[in-house]
Every structure is written in structure tokens, then in C-alpha cells.
């Protein structure tokens, strides 16, 4: 992954047109492709169970993400007016580096080697 994370998209080096439907659609799109299993969506299916309220946990959980997701665009797109993206890709990178050698590293001590 870290070394994936250096690889430029063609996107970011290239005149592009808009998307077709629109960023709100194509996000809305995206996001629910990206995010289909994850722990939020597993979630959000057993407080359904639970509560039996559709549109309160809709409601709900679409906040949620919205709180947790906002100020990250929004910091993101601050962040990329003062720093170039290939430093951010860099910077992405190493951390993806670093990480996987970390979950490597205890993975090790678990097994004893």
C-alpha cells in the first residue's frame, strides 16, 4: 500500500472533465461502494434491528458520518493549498510504511518468532 500510495493518479496530472452526474452523486456513489461491509454499515443494520425506526436510524447515522467525515474534506482541502500533493503522497506513504511494519512486528511476537 505504501508503495501504491506514491504512484500519481492520471487525475491528478491531467486535465479532466467534471463527472458526469456530478460530484454529490458520484461521491454518494462511491462512498456507498467503498464503504459496503465496513463496521458502520453493520452497525447502522443492527440498531435498525433494534429499534425498528428507519428514518431516526438513517437520520442518525448519516449525521454520524457526516460529523466524523466533514472537517476531514475540509482540512484536506486547507492542507493541499500550502502543501503539494506529492509531499502529502510522501508523507501517506510512510505512514502506510510504518504502520504495516508495526502490525508485522507484533504479528511476529504473537507467534513467537
Known amino acids: 500500500m505504501a508503495a501504491w500510495t506514491l504512484i500519481p493518479d492520471k487525475l491528478d496530472d491531467e486535465e479532466h ?7 454529490f452523486l458520484t461521491t ?7 464503504e459496503m461491509g465496513d463496521k458502520t454499515q453493520v452497525a447502522t443494520i443492527a440498531l435498525g434491528a433494534r429499534f ?17 467525515n466533514v ?6 482541502h486547507e492542507v493541499l493549498k500550502y502543501v503539494p500533493l506529492k509531499v502529502v503522497r510522501m508523507i501517506a506513504a510512510s505512514l502506510f510504511l510504518i504502520i504495516g511494519l508495526w502490525v508485522l512486528a507484533q504479528t ?3 507467534m513467537g518468532v
Open 28 to 34: 454518494l456513489i462511491a462512498f456507498f461502494l467503498v
Open 17 to 23: 472533465k467534471p463527472a458526469r452526474f456530478g460530484a
Open 71 to 76: 472537517p476531514a474534506v475540509f482540512l484536506g
Open 108 to 110: 511476529a511476537g504473537l
Open 52 to 68: 425498528h425506526d428507519v428514518i431516526a436510524v438513517t437520520t442518525g447515522t448519516t449525521l454520524g458520518m457526516m460529523l466524523a
